[in-house]
């Protein structure tokens, strides 16, 4: 057994991310100037976006996506139960409602043979999230959108680098949302990314960043700029820091280095646990990149004496950290008491998250640690098998 702790995540900060916030940090400019420019730059480059802004969480873009796109009280956003918390607050920040529609048992991801039945006439947005980094179906969810004139605003906080179809996520021309939140695929501490193609939504997401105002405070007070601002709308405070950004920009150049890494963890992990009957391994598709910001195992419960809760406490005894992605927003007392749902209201979602556990899969991971991770789980199961 492990002599020591592995955490369930780790981000992966070398001496290039140490000498890239030292410079911010001697530059003097602390907050948004130079660095976040050329962040936003290099992240549209990546994706393939025209325009990207920067922003301090996921959060926030798609609270800004969603301002953008004119989401009001009374509205409705189509997204999934399957997700973090912050997919749906942003829905209930505009009074508006998000509507739920159940996942595909495979994928994890929003079934887009659900989402047309779901659209009524206050339908603002459709919101689909790629799960642990593989893209949802998104040929299928823009034929629906488009059919009903709606804009789709994707939450890739965990999809990055990836690719559906041949095209980068990132690069929809719609609105994308990322997330460089301490244990995402690229990590700032805190920070995010809008990326889309439409001129008007960039510029309302420039402009509502940062308190409304027309020109942002580096152009101010920089040789080039000027004094004079206008406020325009009662904006946000969501600006990202060039500390945060020279991070982004030294994450940003190792995103190859750490995706193979992942995926090379993802292909251990899946070889060793393909042919054991009591597990399922997450779904992979040929015609897309996967980001594997999560490896999402399932249990087949009937096969096992443990419960999914016990085979995490199992796993914690061999001192291995895991987690549950996700427990759906339909069974938190927020959306239960609100909506009044029940479990069985989306019952691929709660079936699924009943017998899920995500395994660690990061860059830092030694390979001693991927072998430590598989023998725990095979041992666990050989134990425990029914
Ligand atoms: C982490 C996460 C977010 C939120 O990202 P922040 O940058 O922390 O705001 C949103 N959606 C999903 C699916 C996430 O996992």
């Given amino acids: 057994m492990r002599a020591t702790f592995l955490p369930y995540a780790l981000p ?30 290099a992240f549209a480059a990546a994706v393939g976006a025209r325009y ?9 873009a798609m609270h800004l996506s969603l301002e953008a796109v004119g989401v009001q009280r009374g509205d409705e956003v189509i997204t999934t139960p399957y997700t ?18 159940d996942i595909e048992p495979h994928s994890f991801n929003l079934d887009p043979a659900l989402i047309e039945q779901a659209v009524t006439e206050r339908t603002r947005a459709i919101l689909p999230v790629h799960v642990a980094g593989l893209p949802a179906d998104l040929e299928r969810i823009f034929s629906v959108a488009r059919r009903h004139g709606l ?8 999809a990055f680098p990836a690719r559906s179809q041949g095209q980068m996520i990132g690069s929809s021309g719609d609105l994308t949302c990322f997330s460089f939140y301490a244990t995402k695929p690229i990590a700032t501490g805190e920070g995010g990314m809008i990326c889309t193609n439409n001129d008007r939504w960039a510029e309302r997401c420039q402009v509502m960043s940062l308190h409304g105002i027309s020109h942002d405070a580096w152009k101010r007070y920089s040789a080039e700029g000027s004094w004079y601002y206008e406020i325009v709308a009662p904006g946000y405070k969501y600006n990202l820091t060039d500390i945060a950004a020279a991070m982004g920009l030294a994450q940003l150049a190792k995103t190859e280095r750490m995706w193979q890494r992942r995926a090379q963890i993802a292909a251990r992990y899946t070889e060793a646990f393909g042919g054991v009957a009591e597990l399922q391994v997450p779904h992979n598709r040929a015609d897309c990149q996967h980001a594997w910001h999560l490896y999402m195992l399932r249990l087949n419960l009937a096969r096992l004496r443990i419960s999914r809760a016990q085979f995490i406490e199992e796993m914690k005894r ?69």
Avoid at 16 to 27: I, K, N, P, Q, Y
Avoid at 359 to 384: F, G, H, T, W
């Fill in 12 to 41: 992966d900060i070398d001496e290039t991310d140490l000498d890239g916030v030292r410079e911010a940090l001697e530059s003097g400019w602390i907050t948004t100037g130079p660095k976040v420019r050329q962040f936003e730059a």
């Fill in 52 to 60: 990207t802004i920067a922003v301090n969480s996921c959060t926030a």
């Fill in 84 to 101: 973090f918390a912050a997919t749906a607050e942003v829905v209930r920040y505009f009074d508006a409602r998000p509507i739920f529609v």
């Fill in 151 to 158: 804009p789709v605003i994707d939450d890739a906080a965990h």
């Fill in 318 to 386: 061999r001192n291995i950290g895991c987690s549950v992605h996700f427990i759906p927003l339909h069974l938190h007392p927020y959306y239960r008491e609100t909506y009044g749902y029940q479990p069985e209201d989306f019952p691929v979602s709660y079936r699924e998250y009943q017998r899920e556990v995500s395994l660690p899969i990061y860059s830092k991971m030694r390979d001693e640690d991927v072998q430590d991770v598989i023998d725990a789980v095979l041992e666990i199961v050989a134990l425990n098998q029914r």
